[in-house]
């Protein structure tokens, strides 16, 4: 398929179109509540201040009108917004947060607090869709659900329909169930929100407080279709690799009624047509990266298992990627499948992947199990991953047990028990490393609130030295415990004659060690924020980090002592709703590693229209004395750094259907050695015979891409991605050679043609 063949793609596309609008059961979703339906809804109206979380009556009147029948559920906003109030309608990209006026509709169809699906729809109706579950949300999880917005005189509306079918749920009891509901309405230029009924993210409780209802319920089968065809070509024409390739897949979603669904992926393609974001890792622990397949994302509540710390027991980045550590490189994907039941109490899941092994690949098998049963306010659950890898002889199996206890609107208890058993027999492919290893992790969270205005959070975990479920999961490290607390207070009124809003305090505090009883840290944080009214926003950050031992740097080359760090941020956020905004924060640091370091970050966005953006993020840090392992002498060492990065965006909207996107990322780092060095007895640093070398390295993305919406989840993409990489021994480039050396030295440079439809 050459090039010059895109053209025809979105003639392709305008025959698969349907209309902008969106008919069911005698209701047309076209943001106007006409139909005679409407009038015979439920009404909610009495909604209140969340934002700042007052309870006191919304400013505005909004009304919410519910219709539920065999198409699903059927959601009706009348916000009122008289002229004197600026009205902010802006454009966005599905999943992007809606910098604009907005309305929520959050809805657990279980009514069990255990996971909800949020509906976001902008005032130029952008969308955003995630899961709500306790402690966490994920933006990650797509919908295919309607909505469409209008506005007429001091209101504007927004009209949406969410089919039964968007998740699984438990089949109801003779045609009722019970659900919860949660609506929301952001007034953005006035830092409001309003909702109905009274509950907020910050809560314990928030899933516990939603409004439950009875409401009619078709449990119906469906069988969606997701083919999809993508091309791509390599321009650079990179050794070993296809210059040109066809990928056809398919991707299936079968519910054969409401409580299960089983979602599989036959070939799958899973090329991403959104780049993930740049970023230049020098420490010791691994980026983590954002789950951005469709296969992946689709119906992953029941799996997703994330520790407050940001470690995961479920990480699907690593499927398709090749073992971790092992450079082994991307892995095609043969065949995934993935079933889910909910029941009344009981929720089961089974999740399976098979990578190509052919060819000496280090393709392997992966599985995750899920089982979670509620009782009243106690939910206990049980995972397991299994990934198995012929090449490697490696067996990994991690298990899970969960316990989630909500004792009261005020106390919260949260903990998990986790054990991992390794086995592996040494071959060539692992360098004869054989591994017989199990251990055991867990960690355990209380949290009280007896008060909107008071809140306390108290975590304790341990990772046993051997513990590891890296295969599967994401963990930044093992072998250590840690002790973490939080005391927040909020202010939420202030005088008639003040100009602020609304603003908080937050002291946070952590200890933590290795197994061999070294410190590793041990801090005290204090925050502070302020809203005003005129939705400006201020917020300082001081912090103490007394001294202690670094176990990983050296990268197992003995413990470094570091010296106590003082450091002091400031956050500064422009007035919402104008046509041009930024924010502004300043980071100084002194002591620890690297003695002193100013960190500077600059991100202004000029809106030009309703439909185009322009936004950027300009970074600077200086540090004085980098502390580093350097790989090629195997020592520590010391470098004066000044570090560059940008992001650029450019987002248009030619029509409600059409998006283009343009990101430009780069990151750039000059850094001058000061000495290379050893430790002595006590883990101080002493000066190293061996000379380290200076160095300077610029990294560049650039990513340009053109989306033209079918339909929900059915689009066709064309992408055109460019990357460039430089390094060298001079430490001294400067930023305009760096940025001009780092993207003319070009690594990656492709096109991709994608379509993918919903049947």
């Known amino acids: 398929m050459p090039i010059q063949s895109f053209k025809y793609l979105p003639v392709w596309a305008t025959l698969c179109l349907g209309l902008s609008s969106q008919t069911f059961a005698g209701i047309k979703i076209d943001g106007v509540l006409d139909e005679p339906e409407w009038a015979e809804a439920k009404v909610y109206g009495d909604f209140v201040t969340v934002e700042p979380l007052t309870g006191d009556p919304a400013k505005y009147a909004t009304e919410v009108r519910m219709i539920t029948n065999g198409d699903g559920i059927f959601v009706g906003f009348k916000n009122y917004q008289p002229a004197s109030v600026k009205r902010v309608n802006r454009q966005f990209p599905r999943d992007a947060q809606i910098e604009a006026d907005r309305n929520v509709v959050s809805i657990d169809f279980d009514g069990t607090a255990l996971a909800g699906y949020d509906f976001t729809v902008g005032s130029l109706n952008s969308q955003q869709d995630g899961i709500v579950t306790p402690g966490d949300y994920s933006g990650d999880w797509d919908g295919t659900w309607y909505s469409q917005t209008s506005a007429q005189g001091d209101y504007w509306y927004s009209e949406i329909q969410i089919p039964w079918t968007v998740a699984p749920m438990n089949n109801a009891g003779e045609g009722r169930k019970e659900i919860a509901v949660w609506f929301a309405r952001v007034v953005f230029n006035e830092s409001l929100r309003f909702a109905y009924p009274n509950a907020y993210y910050s809560r314990s409780t928030f899933m516990e407080d939603w409004h439950r209802l009875e409401v009619d319920q078709v449990s119906a089968s469906t069988l969606d279709w997701f083919p999809f065809v993508s091309y791509s070509n390599d321009l650079q024409n990179t050794p070993g690799t296809d210059t040109e390739q066809f990928n056809v897949g398919l991707d299936f979603v079968w519910r054969p009624n409401s409580s299960t669904q089983l979602t599989g992926a036959l070939k799958p393609d899973f090329g991403q047509v959104e780049s993930d974001d740049l970023v230049v890792n020098f420490s010791a622990f691994e980026t983590y990266v954002s789950e951005k397949r469709p296969f992946f994302t689709e119906n992953q509540s029941l799996f997703d298992a994330a520790v407050p710390n940001d470690d995961r027991m479920l990480y699907t980045r690593r499927i398709g990627s090749g073992p971790s550590g092992s450079n082994g490189g991307l892995v095609d994907i043969d065949i995934a499948a993935k079933v889910t039941h909910f029941g009344e109490n009981t929720d089961l899941g089974l999740f399976v992947v098979r990578e190509d092994s052919a060819n000496q690949s280090f393709g392997g098998d992966f599985l995750s199990s899920r089982i979670q049963h509620k009782s009243g306010g106690l939910t206990l659950g049980h995972r397991l991953t299994y990934v ?110 003040s100009n602020l809003l609304s603003g908080f305090t937050v002291v946070e505090y952590g200890y933590t060690e290795n197994t061999d009883g070294n410190k590793l840290s041990l801090w005290a944080e204090w925050q502070q924020n302020w809203i005003f009214k005129s939705t400006r926003s201020l917020y300082l950050e001081a912090g103490v980090s007394g001294a202690s031992w670094d176990d990983r740097i050296t990268r197992g080359n003995g413990l470094y002592a570091k010296d106590a760090r003082y450091w002091l941020e400031s956050k500064y956020e422009s007035a919402r709703g104008d046509s041009f905004g930024y924010s502004t924060k300043i980071n100084v640091s002194y002591g620890g590693a690297d003695k002193r370091k100013l960190k500077i970050d600059f991100k202004p966005v000029y809106y030009l229209s309703d439909q185009i953006t322009l936004g950027a993020a300009l970074k600077y840090s200086n540090t004085q004395a980098w502390l580093l392992w350097d790989f090629d002498q195997q020592q520590l060492a010391r470098y004066q750094t000044e570090r560059y990065g940008a992001d650029l965006r450019f987002d248009w909207y030619p029509s409600s259907r059409q998006e283009v996107r343009l990101k430009f990322q780069w990151v750039g780092i000059d850094a001058q050695v000061i000495s290379g060095y050893g430790l002595d007895n006590n883990g101080g640093l002493i000066a190293s015979s061996q000379a380290s070398s200076d160095f300077s390295l610029s990294d560049t993305a650039l990513q340009i891409r053109y989306r033209y919406q079918l339909a929900p989840l059915s689009d066709v993409f064309l992408v055109y991605s460019r990357g460039g990489n430089f390094g060298s021994d001079d430490g001294d480039e400067g930023a305009g050679s760096l940025l001009q050396d780092g993207w003319s030295q070009v690594q990656v440079e492709s096109v991709i043609a994608k379509i993918r439809y919903r049947f």
């Open 388 to 497: 198995e890898r012929d090449l490697l002889q490696r067996d990994a199996t991690v298990q899970q047990l969960d316990m989630l206890w909500q004792k009261n609107d005020q106390v919260q208890v949260r903990g998990q028990m986790l054990h991992s058993d390794i086995q592996q027999q040494g071959n060539n492919y692992n360098d004869q490393q054989t591994v017989d290893s199990q251990d055991i992790a867990g960690w355990a969270s209380w949290s009280y609130a007896p008060s909107d205005i008071w809140s306390q959070k108290l975590y304790a975990s341990y990772y046993g030295d051997r513990f590891d479920m890296n295969d599967m999961g994401y963990m930044k490290r093992n072998g250590y415990t840690e002790l973490f607390g939080r005391t927040r207070h909020d202010r939420l009124q202030y005088g008639d004659d």
